[in-house]
């Protein structure tokens, strides 16, 4: 399941979601809103979707994982809206019976996640500054 939050993400609550006697790992990832991208200092951000295809994009993301990797459950929230400094942004969790396919799931969800799902974030700078950025594309944009 994949789906999009206007308010924070509670991640502990995620992970219990995921809870199977069976799972002997459980492998998290969290992004959070950092105070410097591209050599510049950011006091905060603002993140836009499209909701309809982002959640159904981030479905198909962690089908394909369930599909490439011995899981047993995986699960991925992304915010909507201002952000600040040091908040959570995303989070993805992935069950399996051992850590090595709970890694490699968790990591190409994230992955996948980043390079297709529309959408774009506003960085705010200190120096007055504003910036929409596409995820996919933040990289390029910043160098």
Known sequence: MFKLSPTPIDAPAQARALADERAGACVTFEGRVRNRNGGRAVLGLEYEAYPALAEKEGER?????????????????????????????????VTAEHRGAAFDACRYIID???????????????DGGTAWINCAEESKTLT
Request: proline share 4%; net charge positive; aromatic share 8%.
């Open 61 to 93: 993301i962690i089908a394909e994982a369930r599909a490439k990797y011995p899981i047993l459950a995986a699960a991925g929230v992304h915010r909507t809206g201002s952000l600040a400094l040091g908040e959570l942004a995303v989070w993805v969790g």
């Open 112 to 126: 996948e996640a980043k390079a297709r799902i529309p959408i774009w974030k506003r960085e705010r700078y200190a």
